[in-house]
């Protein structure tokens, strides 16, 4: 596929993660996702891959490697395939809890 396809395709995947966020989550990763955003999201992505790595210290987590993956998804095309396809799993799995939940 050609890399404005994969690049719509994660724009589609964050965008429907942005609408199942509350509002103080949403807001910063749509500021992020701006197409002139590249200047913000490299540096992020890179120290929120930096402080994944540091997941023993408190405070950081080893949930930010996975967020830095994502944002440096969007500048790097090989990355976008993966990341777009790990979203879709996220979200099934979550609905999927969520129905259990209901059932419960």
Do not use: H, Y
């Not at 830095?68 to 879709?88: D, S």
């Not at 979200?91 to 059932?103: D, G, L």
């Amino acid at each position: 596929m050609p890399q404005n396809t994969e690049q719509d395709r994660l724009d589609r995947c964050f965008s429907r993660v942005e609408r199942g966020l509350p509002g103080w989550v949403a807001r910063p990763l749509a500021w992020l996702r701006r197409p002139g955003g590249r200047w913000r999201r490299i540096p992020m992505a890179l120290l929120l891959i930096a402080g994944g790595c540091l997941w023993f210290l408190p405070v950081l987590g080893l949930w930010m490697l996975p967020l830095g993956i994502a944002l440096l998804a969007f500048e790097i095309p090989p990355l976008q395939r993966p990341v777009c396809r790990l979203i879709i799993w996220g979200e099934r799995k979550w609905r999927r809890c969520q129905r259990r939940r209901a059932q419960d």
